[in-house]
């Protein structure tokens, strides 16, 4: 028998009682901090820990002695501490700071010390002070900073499009609520940028939790006050811009103010934005060359402690938006512009409750209320020349949609078997409404001689309403075999009443960092992930339809009253579904230089499409299409399960932390975009196409993206930029009746390019502290267009408008008292 094991036997106390240290991460309002990471280092050893869902940890030490201690989690700052040991069982509490904009002069950093080994997924984070030091154009805009995260990109319609997938691809939380647009699934919720206190996108092998987007997450949470009194007021001075003469320039004051209601148990947190936009044409005449828009926010977010291990939160979001003449281009005059107006409610409330035992029990109710206006500049049919469009707009609406939300989430206590796993399950019902009362007048298309060659007038009742509900439940184990492996598998199962079906979407992934490589972590998994069922999507067939006349060279008609209309069949429909995989690396150097590699693989299959099923559009109409007094029929657009969706990206980045709040990211990105179903054929969008299979409208196969905020030799100044290259965006071009002319997305806008500078000063003025930037967005004055004429008989084809030259930004930010 080993001799030591004799010896350990015969006296015990040769060797060293190890010593239990236990206790609770939390912040310091007493919210839990579930997976934030522990290191004691002594002198023969260093041991490691993760927190539980209530933020507990267990560390078993090998014996009495001073311990350097490191906790940390994303989002809050790192907490570097020495504690001495001396008992056999000890207990104790740490408390993280959430990250903020550093506004004192402190010497801490928030790039995390080791990996991460409890995310298995492809996640990308964005904290506050990224969004307010990173001069990304239209600083006002919470949408405007998410272009500054690897893997996220603004379409020239401002869309936002992340890992390759439309918008409404993706599942968008506020405060751990759904907030996709009830209408489009949209992100369509406007934020205070100095509410949000950080956000994560997660792509790839989703955890089972998430669901009703494809192509990932992403989940905003805002700041919440603390026993400290905070506030602050930005750009509250408009400005003045020379944009072909002096006018008032943007304007967007913003208020924010945060603290205790009761120390040490309730908080709160307002956000309070108000936007002035102007925005000038240059390539149209002075007069008709610009429109503006009034915005209103305010985001209040409360927490009330109940009990020590009993936390409520509660808020709620107002938007309101009134925009005259949107839409006006170098193509689209003023007659063919809409006045718009929208409203947006949003409440939420979550109740957190801790059982002893490692229970952890949350169950929230969410209620978002939507409205939207279209109003045209007159009643006369909408004209598409060659040279651009003419006449009025065709719809005049009115849309309300509304989403109410019950979750309820569990953790349970952890158990050990082969490793130690952690349960978590929940539920997630959802009701969706949608109803319209909505005319349409009708649009014409005219040759480059001016000549009549299709009239489209709309039909039928415009006035429709529907909904959905919403069912899910989900299991997922993450087994942590050792320390440093982590294996999560999950199950997730849909349902709605829109299908009626059932979908299980499994879920299997692994994080693992090498005991040789201790700085490293190696990262992937496969998902089986469905979209959202749009209740938009399924009213198509309740809307208007459209008879179209076709004129002769000479002026005649040769076939009038021909329809068009959309069906969805009798037969079952599948719910779209999505096959995700992922591969990554991470590697942490000293310095705080981090590495991260990353490849992604999604394709979809079974996604929601209308096409064109009818076949003989040249024989006498049927009875149903007599009863809608046509004459012929063009198309029956039919809903099926046809569309085709590929996307594939392979990403790295490098990224460092310099003391403070100092930061740089450069990041490559190579992927590439594709579908059978680039267009989505709806009534509002007056195109034809027949071969419907490209690139999509938000593709870019190269971008190099960079940013960073760094210290100068100068005290208290610093200087900021932004760098953003891409392949321009592809275009269809058109005929003069408005098919697509040849392949979809043929075509692309010139290379995109575009630097932004800028410097910063911080100073003490009568007891308050300040910044004062000043900056030039574009600094090369690089034309990166955003409209084409694309009408292949124009004089103009191929002619490009839009995008905005070298333009100087100028932002005083009140920080509060010294």
Excluded at 704 to 709: D, E, I, K
Aim: glycine share 8%; aromatic share 12%.
């Amino acid at each position: 028998m080993d001799k030591i094991a004799i010896l350990a036997m015969l006296c015990p106390c040769v060797l060293p009682a190890q010593i239990l240290l236990q206790g609770r991460i939390l912040t310091p309002n007493a919210d839990p901090i579930a997976g934030a990471r522990l290191r004691a280092t002594a002198a023969t050893a260093t041991i490691a820990a993760t927190a539980g869902p209530q933020g507990r940890f267990s560390l078993s030490l090998p014996g009495t002695a001073t311990y350097e201690m490191v906790i940390e989690r994303e989002g809050y700052y790192p907490l570097q501490t020495q504690i001495d040991v001396t008992g056999s069982s000890e207990e104790i509490t740490f408390t993280l700071v959430p990250v903020r904009e550093l506004r004192e002069s402190l010497d801490v950093t928030t790039n995390p010390l080791t990996v991460d080994i409890d995310s298995t997924a492809a996640r990308r984070t964005l904290d506050d002070r990224q969004i307010i030091n990173v001069p990304y154009p239209n600083t006002n805009d919470f949408r405007s900073a998410l272009r500054i995260v690897p893997g996220v990109i603004r379409d020239n319609r401002g869309g936002l499009h992340i890992n390759g997938a439309g918008e409404e691809q993706i599942l968008y939380t506020l405060n751990s609520f759904q907030v996709n647009d009830p209408l489009s699934g949209r992100f369509d919720t406007r934020l205070n940028v100095e509410s949000v206190h950080n956000v994560e996108i997660t792509g790839g092998n989703l955890p089972a939790e998430f669901g009703k987007g494809s192509a990932g997450a992403l989940a905003v949470r805002t700041h919440i006050g603390d026993n400290q009194l905070r506030y602050s007021a930005t750009n509250f001075m408009p400005g003045f811009e020379n944009r072909k003469g002096w006018i008032v320039g943007d304007w967007a004051p913003r208020l924010t103010f945060a603290g205790p209601l009761r120390k040490g148990r309730a908080w709160f947190s307002n956000s309070l934005d108000l936007q002035y936009v102007q925005t000038v044409i240059r390539d149209l005449p002075k007069g008709q060359d610009r429109y503006s828009s009034m915005r209103y926010g305010n985001l209040l977010h409360t927490q009330l402690n109940l009990g020590r291990s009993h936390i409520l939160h509660a808020g709620f979001l107002a938007n309101l938006w009134n925009a005259p003449r949107t839409g006006l281009t170098a193509l689209d005059p003023l007659e063919t512009t809409i006045d718009r107006r929208t409203r947006q409610w949003f409440f939420h409330i979550r109740d957190h409750v801790s059982i002893e035992g490692g229970f952890v029990a949350e169950i929230g109710f969410a209620s978002n209320r939507t409205f939207g206006r279209e109003i045209p500049q007159g009643p006369n049919l909408l004209a598409f020349t060659p040279e651009g469009k003419r006449g009025n707009f065709f719809v005049d609406g009115i849309r309300h949609g509304a989403r109410d939300q019950i979750l309820w989430n569990n953790y349970l206590p952890s158990f050990t078997k082969l490793g130690t796993h952690q349960w978590k399950t929940g539920v997630d019902w959802n009701r969706v409404q949608y109803n319209q009362n909505v005319h349409r007048t009708g649009y014409e298309n005219y040759s480059d001689a001016g000549r009549l060659v299709t009239r489209t007038l709309f039909a039928g009742a415009g006035t429709l309403e529907r909904s959905n509900h919403e069912f899910a439940a989900y299991l997922q184990d993450s087994w942590r075999i050792k320390p440093r492996l982590l294996i999560e598998t999950g199950i997730r199962a849909d349902w709605d009443s829109l299908l009626r079906i059932w979908s299980p979407a499994p879920r299997l992934a692994m994080a693992w960092s090498p005991t040789s490589l201790p700085n490293t972590k190696l990262y992937g998994g496969i998902s089986r992930i469905f979209d959202a069922s749009s209740v938009r999507l399924f009213t198509r067939q309740m809307d208007q339809y459209t008879l179209t006349t076709y004129f002769a060279p000479e002026g005649h008609a040769t076939r009038t009253n021909a329809l068009s209309i959309f069906s969805i069949p009798g037969v079952p429909l599948h719910r779209p579904r999505y096959y995700n995989a992922t591969a990554g690396v991470e590697h942490y150097w000293p310095g705080r230089l981090a590495l991260r590699a990353e490849f992604l693989n999604r394709r979809g299959a079974g996604g929601f499409t209308y096409r064109n099923a009818y076949t003989t559009p040249e024989l006498p109409p049927p009875a149903w299409a007599l009863a809608r007094n046509a004459s012929f029929v063009d198309a029956v657009y039919t809903l099926d399960n046809t569309r085709r969706d590929s996307y594939r990206a392979i990403s790295f980045s490098v990224r460092q932390n310099i003391r403070r709040q100092y930061e740089w990211l450069v990041s490559y990105t190579r992927s590439r975009a594709l579908s059978n179903a680039v267009i989505d054929v709806n009534i509002d969008d007056p195109i034809i196409v027949t071969s419907n299979t490209g690139p999509m409208p938000w593709d870019a196969p190269h971008r190099l993206m960079s940013w960073a905020y760094l210290p100068t030799p100068f005290r208290n100044w610093s200087i900021a930029y932004l760098l953003d290259a891409r392949n321009g965006f592809p275009y269809s071009t058109r005929l003069e009746d408005g098919r697509i002319s040849g392949n979809v997305n043929a075509l692309r806008f010139p290379f995109f390019f575009e630097l932004n500078l800028h410097i910063e000063r911080r100073f003490v003025f009568r007891g308050h502290r300040w910044a004062l930037r000043l900056g030039a967005n574009n600094i090369t004055n690089r034309i990166n267009p955003e409209t084409v004429n694309n009408t292949v008989t124009s004089a103009r084809y191929g002619q490009f408008f839009g995008g905005n030259g070298r333009a100087t930004n100028i932002r005083i930010r009140w920080l509060g008292r010294q």
